[in-house]
């Protein structure tokens, strides 16, 4: 299994602007915790050695806060002069990682998922796929579209918009790609999920992998709050 991890932490977070306006959203405090920190302990504890996060809006006080924190993880730095999109920020990233390896792990930097890496990798590695994402069964999906699935194979065969259906598999925002793939991918500035994913599902092969686990986007303001709640609870 690869031990390296691009986190995805540029976006402006405009949704949450008006309850986390001080810091960038991935440092939104979590009972006094930054919710980034929550998810590089996930990456350490996932055997995860090197992260290089892909940075933006407010990059000083990410890189700031990662300088300062404790733990084994190496971590490096991407940082957009100007706005790439999640796909395009990524490809820039991937110059950051070492070179030798073939594959690498994503992760949104406001999604918390928690999921067996060596059991997305497992399919990965098995199915040789060019990209495979870790899925979640909600039974609202229209805040995130869903992720429609060859039952037989596993193999993802398209992705539906927002707001199309009221229930089924979504993407949970954890991801291996095949770094070949998303260098090769025309263009500088795309997103990830409605650019270079579309094209893979259309030309090379995706799969998915459905996760039990914890899973929470703080995209908004009342899952920010849901967040503060449930982790409380889990502390």
């Not at 933006?56 to 733990?71: K, L, N, V």
């Not at 995130?144 to 060859?150: K, N």
């Not at 893979?200 to 908004?220: S, W």
Request: proline share 3%.
């Amino acid at each position: 299994m690869v031990k390296e991890a691009i986190v995805l932490a540029g976006g402006a977070g405009t949704r949450l602007r008006s309850v986390v306006a001080d810091v960038p959203k991935p440092l939104a405090d979590i009972n006094g915790t930054p919710f980034l920190e929550y998810l590089l302990r996930y990456l350490e504890r996932q055997g995860i050695n090197t992260v290089v996060i892909a940075v933006s809006y407010m990059a000083d006080a990410i890189m700031d806060y990662c300088r300062r924190r404790r733990g084994s993880l190496q971590i490096r730095y991407s940082v957009e002069a100007a706005p790439l999109g999640t796909g395009g920020a990524i490809k820039q990233a991937l110059t950051h990682t070492a070179f030798a390896a073939d594959d690498v792990f994503i992760c949104n930097g406001d999604t918390f998922f928690d999921v067996s890496l060596s059991e997305l990798w497992q399919v990965h590695s098995v199915h040789q796929a060019d990209v495979t994402i870790a899925l979640r069964r909600e039974t609202d999906s229209r805040r995130f579209g869903s992720v429609i699935c060859d039952p037989h194979t596993g193999r993802i065969v398209r992705f539906t918009e927002k707001g199309e259906r009221s229930g089924g598999l979504i993407n949970g925002g954890v991801y291996v790609v095949k770094k070949q793939r998303l260098s090769a991918f025309d263009g500088d500035v795309f997103s990830f999920e409605y650019d270079f994913l579309t094209h893979c599902c259309r030309d090379y092969l995706v799969m998915g992998k459905e996760f039990f686990g914890y899973f929470i986007d703080i995209g908004i303001p009342s899952d920010l709050y849901r967040a503060q709640d449930q982790w409380r609870n889990m502390e």
